[in-house]
């Protein structure tokens, strides 16, 4: 793809989701439920947050998207979390998985080979997140596996590239990497965005709410589109926010104005380069 398509494909994302108020339901980390939600709403979506088996279910029937985060896993999770990708599978709907945590646990080690089963459309997370399930997967991570991994990475971005690629090329779909500079790939094509802000480290949900925003776009455009359009626009809001901000409490706050606010230029003209 040349950088002129790509940014076509950005505009059209953002102005599909602003105009379609796509229902998007989540399953997300509980200490970050509100962050997710507002985000998505500021993007353009519709927001729904469910946790029970029949309500996960029936909301990735009626969604359009759906995004799941694997963080502050309840034991309900274990029945919810199969039904929610099956029904997704069964009404070819897109979803984004954020593997948070990949390694703390048997439970979440089980659910994510379930989900190599049934993959998600987007895969979102930092590098290490992103290392660690293609090595769960057994897809070619150039690293070798190393146990648990939490929130914050501590491998780099570039690091995580053929993970990364791997993890798109195996799903059919694409993967983000957050860092100081984001990583998008298709398996094909892989960009980097440039921007945001430091403080979204000093903010709790940021990645989620990305991954929650990630899935709004998604309901309306590609796979690769859906997730270099929510990097842009995070990287456009944040970029923004951080201007304004006196600290993390501000910025937050600053930020669902600046996402909200945005407009579709300004998102696709946030900097990226093909790599």
């Not at 990364?164 to 398996?187: I, K, M, Y």
């Amino acid at each position: 793809m040349e950088l002129e398509e790509i940014k076509q494909g950005i505009l059209g994302a953002v102005r599909k989701a602003k105009d379609t108020t796509p229902l998007v339901p989540s399953i997300t980390n509980s200490v970050t439920i509100n962050f997710v939600a507002n985000a998505q709403l500021a993007a353009g979506g519709s927001a729904a947050m469910v946790y029970l088996p029949d309500e996960g279910a029936g909301m990735a029937a009626l969604g359009s998207a759906m995004y799941i985060n694997m963080g502050t896993l309840l034991p309900i999770y274990e029945k919810t979390l199969p039904l929610t990708v099956h029904s997704l599978a069964d009404h070819d709907h897109p979803w984004v998985l954020d593997p948070v945590g990949i390694g703390l646990g048997g439970m979440r080690r089980e659910l994510l080979l379930f989900f190599r089963k049934e993959p998600p459309a987007v895969v979102r997370g930092n590098a290490s997140e992103i290392i660690a399930l293609a090595n769960l997967w057994q897809l070619d991570s150039g690293m070798a596996a190393d146990g648990v991994r939490g929130v914050d990475a501590t491998d780099s971005v570039r690091e995580a590239r053929l993970a990364a690629e791997s993890l798109a090329r195996f799903t059919n779909g694409a993967v983000a990497v957050s860092g100081p500079a984001d990583l998008v790939t298709d398996g094909h094509t892989t960009v980097m965005s440039e921007g945001g802000s430091e403080l979204f480290t000093k903010v709790t949900g940021s990645g989620c709410a990305l991954g929650g925003v990630t899935a709004v776009y998604a309901a309306v455009a590609t796979p690769f589109f859906a997730a270099l359009t929510a990097v842009q626009a995070f990287n456009t809001a944040g970029r923004e926010a951080a201007r304004r901000a006196g600290g993390p409490g501000t910025f937050a706050a600053y930020f669902l104005d600046a996402l909200y606010q945005a407009a579709p230029e300004e998102i696709a003209g946030n900097p990226f380069h093909i790599v």
